[in-house]
């Protein structure tokens, strides 16, 4: 970006604009189903549903050949009728367990790098977990008017978060997408589940993913749609890989600052402003935050935040599954994307 050229306002800490009466800063604001959601609900009934493989407390529902959980279902439908879209949105999309916090935190940093420079004491992912600086959209779409308002206020550019497949938020904004090799992803998954359910066995999760009845599953095609509008539009889709963003994490977000219309100028590299993103926004240095060991995701994932940071590392499933297990996952990999472009190393 040129010195010359205005600072863009946004992307600001949505929860830094938090409005509602219950507490400012609470981890679990109220979150009832509006009335004007009755229709949805009812669309929801008559949907195909399954249990979520070794989890019986979560009931998924295919909706437009996804499997959703069910209390996202509303929200599905919601961002698809109401959600107005802005030609500079950046929608940070993914599969669970694909990197998504680390790119998110990395992305506000970014874009945020002249409200908040990331070498800053008081910069906001100091005291606020990542899922905090931006809207996730399902939450946002089950919480209410007051929180579509908020997120209509935001001022532009705004940078929002969706697990949602690309044909449901197929828009004019920009999408930032990040996949991860899927037995990694797997094992990761396992483990972010069972510190809720502890009784689930990686078993249970590998069948859930590998038949296709997982979050936001297939996981083949959520990945396809995204990487074939990669391919045909990639000013407007970023397709990138987790074990890439850890080999190089520098590069990466390069490229992601270019992508989102705001790249690093030459005083801003020869500052270290880059480094200093990745510095601020190292999984290393995310984990070691207070208010990333305490409190709990949200309101739709009760998960605790400490889980969304483990080992963060590439091919730690060798450390988890049998030869078999991954013979399995390969085969559906190998299966699913054959003659696709898209494949996992």
């Excluded at 019986?56 to 107005?84: C, D, H, M, T």
């Excluded at 990331?118 to 008017?145: K, M």
């Excluded at 797997?186 to 502890?198: C, D």
């Excluded at 038949?211 to 391919?231: E, M, N, T």
């Amino acid at each position: 970006m040129a010195s010359n050229s205005p600072a863009p306002v946004g992307p600001v800490p949505f929860l830094d604009t938090e409005k509602d009466d219950h507490q400012v800063g609470s981890d679990v604001p109220p979150f009832p189903l509006p009335d004007d959601h009755e229709h949805e609900v009812v669309v929801v009934s008559e949907l195909p549903s399954k249990l979520l493989a070794g989890i019986p407390q979560i009931s998924l529902r295919r909706y437009q050949g996804f499997w959703l959980p069910e209390s996202w279902v509303p929200a599905a439908v919601s961002i698809q009728r109401r959600f107005k879209p802005r030609p500079d949105d950046v929608i940070i999309s993914s599969l669970p367990k694909c990197g998504t916090t680390w790119l998110v935190a990395l992305a506000f940093a970014t874009m945020a790098r002249h409200a908040y420079p990331p070498s800053g004491a008081d910069h906001p992912l100091l005291r606020l977990n990542p899922h905090q600086c931006i809207p996730f959209l399902e939450g946002v779409f089950l919480g209410g008017r007051g929180r579509e308002e908020r997120l209509e206020a935001l001022p532009s550019p705004r940078l929002v978060n969706t697990h949602m497949p690309h044909a449901m938020i197929a828009c004019c904004s920009r999408v930032v997408y990040i996949c991860r090799e899927p037995k990694d992803m797997v094992v990761s998954m396992w483990h972010y589940l069972r510190t809720v359910h502890p009784q689930l066995s990686l078993q249970d999760t590998l069948d859930s993913v590998c038949g296709g009845a997982s979050r936001c599953g297939p996981f083949w095609d959520h990945a396809l749609g995204y990487w074939r509008a990669s391919v045909a539009t990639p000013d407007r889709v970023l397709f990138l890989r987790y074990e890439e963003l850890l080999r190089d994490p520098a590069g990466n977000v390069r490229r992601l600052a270019q992508f989102v219309g705001q790249p690093f100028s030459p005083a801003e590299e020869e500052a270290g402003v880059l480094g200093d993103v990745v510095r601020l926004c190292s999984l290393d240095n995310l984990r070691s935050l207070e208010v990333n060991k305490t409190g709990i995701v949200g309101p739709l994932l009760k998960t605790p935040r400490k889980a969304l940071f483990r080992k963060g590392v590439v091919g730690d499933w060798v450390n988890h599954m049998t030869p078999e297990m991954a013979r399995l996952m390969d085969d559906v990999v190998a299966h699913k994307l054959r003659d696709t472009g898209l494949h996992f190393k």
